[in-house]
């Protein structure tokens, strides 16, 4: 059975960085391309950043930029998203989600929709507070 999980949430001050992971288990993430998605309460699931499987490719939503890294470790089944500077606009839930890369590629669209994902983990909270 297709499973992710996400870890690594939690509480950081302004300005602070925080590293996501998203583990697969049931099946090899080597085929999947990877989104990292948030949703903060009273608003829409948006996309923030995707990896191709190869992780050759990957696309941030532009609040984001310069800010988060998308990664990969294939053997390890992982991906993980490392997150800087965090400001005020980022808490939500993060969640992780996959695609076979032959439905899906993260390539220069943007981060990708949540229509576009059909496997998800059930959710990291970060809290931003001072």
């Known amino acids: 059975q297709l499973q992710l999980v996400e870890s690594g949430g939690g509480l950081v001050q302004p300005g602070g960085s925080l590293r996501l992971s998203c583990a697969a288990s049931?099946?090899?993430?080597?085929?999947?391309?990877i989104g990292w998605f948030r949703q903060a309460p009273g608003k829409e699931r948006e996309g923030v950043s995707c990896?191709?499987?190869?992780?050759?490719?990957?696309n941030y939503a532009d609040s984001v930029k310069g800010r988060f890294t998308i990664s990969r470790d294939n053997a390890k089944n992982t991906v993980y998203l490392q997150m800087n500077s965090l400001n005020p606009e980022d808490p939500a839930v993060y969640y992780c989600?996959?695609?076979?890369?032959?439905?899906?590629?993260?390539?220069?669209?943007?981060?990708?929709?949540?229509?576009?994902?059909?496997?998800w983990g059930q959710g990291t909270q970060v809290t931003v507070s001072s």
């Open positions: 989600a996959a695609e076979p890369s032959g439905s899906y590629y993260c390539g220069g669209r943007g981060p990708g929709t949540a229509a576009d994902f059909g496997s």
């Open positions: 049931g099946f090899t993430l080597d085929y999947y391309a």
């Open positions: 990896i191709s499987s190869s992780g050759g490719s990957t």
